[in-house]
């Protein structure tokens, strides 16, 4: 065997190694039953024409690899952005795991979560006493300032009621009556993540501020950053960005620094998050703005309900978006723009004129969370860039018509196509028949780019297969000069490889671009 004490193989070489390859032919041999590769290849080759892209795009009956997740890993995510506060999930100890994973993989940082365990027995009984010992058990175990509890399909299904299910809990003395225990029915088998970010937020902020009186503090600003995959490097940004103008703002679920602890000798259950005084005191704002419209629709109305003034975005990335943002802090605060904003911003543009060439015409293909494909497709026509397809699995109709309009206003949008609940099997369909210069999305693209040979970007969650992207900022004039480097060095990359060989593809010897 080639693996020895002596010498440790990595399991992609290892399974290159001839026993490992006479293995797995056996067992496709014998165990699969394939048919025969002509035909397999036919089949191939058919899913690559018009005539199976119509088939494809109006499948009604099956999803084939959403770009999107359930409700609760919303919740999660949601919850971690709150000073020490353990996430309750009321479900299996299965679905937990997933949020778990799925967050700890893409920012490589352990995701503290905790499961009621339901099993047979509550799924036909109910899970009162699961989650009553459950929030005993936490509540000693893990020391929280606050415990959100959020909800699984099986208990869904079987209708658990949150509310009372947490008053009995505090009856039998599983926390003190006056814990912080916030909920969000949060189903996994309808809506996405960013709706369960949603459910959850304004179920904390409801647990807090439902029933108090408000005194609005004048010039003050409550900022919501929406499920985002990259808030450790743009929350930080955007407060940059906020301090230098002086603005009193309060950022409400603030996951930056509990997903990028130190590595001290001191092990960290929780970090950061916003505190607990600040979500009482946030009622007070004279204004609540969310930097992602589609995260965070049923929290602003309740915002716009206790009386603030509500505003939104669809992530501010680039030169527009940033300005509109910081335009609307500034006349909500009251407090100017500042020249060193201001000279940041013409960097930026000074940047996407020294890559004018190398932009302008590019045709990409987008998908991710609707604020997210709204942004890229905005930001790729500022740079000349045409945003053929643009798809959002958990997309609305309403998202749809917004976007049009968008790219209806700019010439490098005449062609796009916008594709609200389409999955990356309907993106295969739309990349073999309309071919693109560059993919934007996260890690799952991966495949598409090995299947059509489109290049892929990796600008949103989740991203597995690289490391430490989350930690640089997307948005703001910095962010952007961030996307745009990243974009030109996967235009380089290609361009590389396609002109390696001197004398034949390479005549130029090309070194400066």
């Not at 299965?94 to 967050?103: D, E, F, K």
């Not at 996407?352 to 998908?367: E, F, R, T, V």
């Not at 609305?396 to 917004?402: M, N, P, V």
Request: charged share 25%.
């Amino acid at each position: 065997m080639p693996q020895s004490a002596e010498k440790i193989l990595d399991h992609a070489p290892l399974f290159r190694e001839p026993e490992y390859r006479q293995m797995l032919a056996e067992k496709k041999l014998h165990f699969e039953c394939p048919h025969p590769d002509q035909i397999v290849t036919d089949q191939g080759e058919f899913t690559k024409t018009w005539e199976y892209r119509e088939k494809n795009l109006a499948r009604e009956a099956l999803v084939i690899n959403p770009a999107k997740a359930c409700q609760p890993l919303g919740a999660v995510f949601a919850a971690a952005g709150f000073e020490r506060t353990m996430s309750f999930v009321h479900g299996s100890q299965g679905c937990v795991a997933y949020y778990r994973s799925h967050l700890s993989r893409h920012f490589k940082e352990p995701a503290s979560a905790v499961s009621s365990s339901m099993t047979e027995d509550a799924a036909v009984f109910g899970g009162l006493k699961n989650l009553v010992d459950g929030l005993a058990n936490t509540y000693q175990l893990y020391d929280p300032k606050m415990i959100a509890v959020s909800t699984t399909c099986m208990a869904e299904v079987i209708g658990d009621d949150l509310h009372s299910f947490i008053e009995n809990a505090k009856d039998e003395n599983s926390v003190p009556r006056d814990f912080d225990v916030p909920f969000a029915h949060t189903p996994a088998f309808v809506g996405s993540h960013v709706d369960g970010y949603d459910g959850m937020l304004k179920g904390i902020l409801e647990h807090f501020w439902k029933g108090q009186q408000r005194t609005e503090t004048k010039g003050s600003i409550n900022v919501i950053p929406g499920f985002d995959g990259f808030c450790v490097g743009n929350n930080r940004e955007l407060k940059r960005l906020l301090d230098l103008m002086g603005v009193s703002y309060t950022f409400i679920q603030d996951a930056s620094d509990q997903f990028d602890t130190p590595s001290d000798g001191e092990y960290r259950m929780y970090d950061g998050g916003t505190k607990i005084e600040e979500v009482k005191g946030a009622l007070d704002a004279e204004a609540t703005v969310s930097l992602q419209y589609y995260n965070t629709r049923k929290t602003l109305d309740y915002c716009g309900q206790v009386g603030q003034a509500t505003a939104s975005f669809h992530y501010p990335l680039g030169v527009q978006a940033t300005d509109e943002f910081l335009m609307k802090i500034s006349a909500l605060s009251g407090k100017e723009i500042p020249e060193a904003i201001r000279l940041e911003r013409g960097r930026l543009i000074d940047a996407m004129a020294d890559s004018q060439s190398w932009l302008h015409g590019k045709k990409y293909a987008i998908y991710g969370d609707p604020d997210f494909v709204y942004a890229m497709a905005r930001f790729v026509m500022e740079t000349g860039g045409e945003p053929t397809h643009c798809l959002a699995t958990n997309g609305t109709s309403a998202w749809e018509a917004e976007l049009k309009e968008l790219l209806a206003s700019s010439p490098f949008g005449k062609d796009a196509q916008v594709w609200a609940g389409k999955d990356l099997w309907a993106m295969r369909s739309l990349l073999f028949t309309e071919p693109v210069d560059l993919l934007i999305g996260n890690s799952y693209g991966k495949y598409l780019e090995r299947d059509t040979g489109t290049p892929l970007v990796r600008l949103t969650f989740p991203i597995f297969d690289r490391h430490h992207h989350h930690r640089f900022a997307l948005m703001g004039y910095q962010g952007g000069l961030r996307v745009l480097t990243t974009i030109l060095d996967k235009i380089f990359d290609k361009l590389d490889r396609e002109t390696s060989q001197t004398g034949v593809t390479d005549y130029s010897y090309d070194l400066t671009r």
